[in-house]
């Protein structure tokens, strides 16, 4: 796919966005080799995209088998496509195809839509922007709290089509709620979530790739705008995937706004899995967090990069970031740059990175009071893992996520 080609763009109500999208990939160009971002993977297996992939209908009972229990609602996507005959939310809640959301919220997403445009410098969220199939618009009204999680169900059902999922949440004044989003199938995909949260407002995410086919390649984009007293969570739990990429981007706006980030991911054979982080302070006692963990076997591959970007206005900035590897084959492969970029004078902030193996001392501990040697290697991995899996607020993922990471 050379410059400069013009794709065969959806003709909605977003026609002229996705053209500014494409424009900007243009300018951007494919990820190369020698990009940080993108030195780790492996770009020549890659193909991308020159059209949208075509809609397919699905039936509840279709999807019956993916949908998590004691959930408040859902929000389903099939090949890149919103289906709203399979989507369901509580009170309080509006969910609208992305183009019919631009009849009632055209300025709210325009002015979005501008800001993400000017400030992004990935060119698999440009393409998203681009290709996506239908959108997806969620709207919390302020004050409205939803106890239970909303499923986010991606479904992906084909090998040949490249995919494009795209779902534009807004959270109203001290709005809260949670989404736990699960990624089913096979094929390439690139997924994005775009959050604006308005004062007070929280959000948490909780996403899991461990239903997805091996040959599938899977790229995760988190976009993200905090305002004053306003708090974002996310975790991600990665296995399964050919290749997953997850770059996650927040702006801390107003003061007192906080977010972290997080994720597991664990790998058998060649799987491989890349995470991109950048957090920008840009007020005042604002907080964030990054925690992230990798375990790898076999030929597999992993790389961090996280960036903690201070501005000066940003006084009393609390910014901490953590990588922990645990490295499980003499084959395997991690890099690892947690980094700092600091403008202020005021500032709590620290950023580390680890790699270790399983501790022979501890699995002769083990072994001495009858314990075999995988049974002991198997504790040790779960203890490795559990800080992380047991923060999941939802009971039906967690029990999943810890009885896989038992095998």
């Given at each position: 796919m050379g410059h400069g080609l013009i794709p065969n763009l959806t003709q909605d109500a977003l026609s002229s966005q996705r053209q500014r999208f494409w424009n900007r990939f243009n300018e951007l160009g494919l990820p190369k080799p020698k990009q940080e971002a993108f030195q780790y993977l492996p770009l020549r297996t890659l193909s991308y995209p020159t059209e949208q992939a075509a809609e397919k209908k699905h039936t509840l009972k279709e999807i019956e088998a993916h949908l998590l229990p004691d959930c408040s609602g859902r929000i389903v996507f099939v090949d890149g496509f919103f289906d709203p005959d399979l989507s369901a939310l509580p009170e309080g809640c509006q969910l609208l195809p992305l183009d019919a959301a631009m009849k009632s919220y055209g300025l709210v997403l325009q002015n979005r839509f501008a800001r993400t445009l000017k400030e992004e410098t990935d060119p698999f969220a440009c393409l998203n922007g681009a290709f996506h199939g239908r959108g997806a618009f969620l709207y919390i009204q302020p004050g409205v709290e939803i106890d239970t999680p909303i499923q986010v169900l991606s479904l992906f059902t084909s090998e040949q089509d490249w995919m494009a999922e795209r779902l534009q949440i807004f959270l109203g004044k001290a709005a809260k709620a949670s989404l736990i989003q699960t990624f089913v199938g096979k094929g390439t995909a690139v997924d994005l979530i775009d959050i604006s949260l308005d004062a007070g407002a929280h959000l948490s995410i909780t996403d899991s790739t461990h239903q997805i086919d091996p040959s599938a390649m899977l790229f995760r984009n988190i976009r993200a705008a905090l305002k004053r007293d306003s708090f974002l969570s996310t975790f991600s739990y990665s296995e399964g995937a050919k290749v997953l990429r997850k770059s996650l981007q927040a702006t801390l706006l107003e003061e007192n706004s906080?977010?972290?980030?997080?994720?597991?991911?664990?790998?058998?054979?060649?799987?491989?899995?890349?995470?991109?982080?950048?957090?920008?302070?840009?007020?005042?006692?604002?907080?964030?967090?990054?925690?992230f963990k990798k375990a790898l076997r076999e030929e597999s591959r992993s790389s961090f990069e996280g960036k903690i970007y201070v501005h000066p206005e940003a006084q009393k900035t609390a910014a901490y970031q953590l990588n922990q590897n645990l490295i499980l084959s003499d084959a395997a492969t991690a890099n690892s740059k947690p980094n700092l970029e600091i403008f202020a004078d005021d500032v709590k902030a620290s950023h580390g990175a680890t790699f270790s193996q399983l501790n022979e001392e501890e699995i002769f501990y083990f072994r001495a009071r009858g314990i075999s040697k995988k049974d002991a290697k198997t504790i040790l991995f779960e203890g490795f893992c559990r800080e992380l899996v047991d923060g999941i607020e939802e009971g039906t993922l967690k029990d999943a996520l810890k009885v896989r990471l038992a095998r």
């Open positions: 906080e977010v972290h980030f997080k994720g597991l991911d664990n790998l058998y054979g060649a799987q491989q899995a890349h995470t991109h982080i950048l957090v920008e302070h840009k007020a005042p006692h604002c907080i964030s967090r990054q925690h």
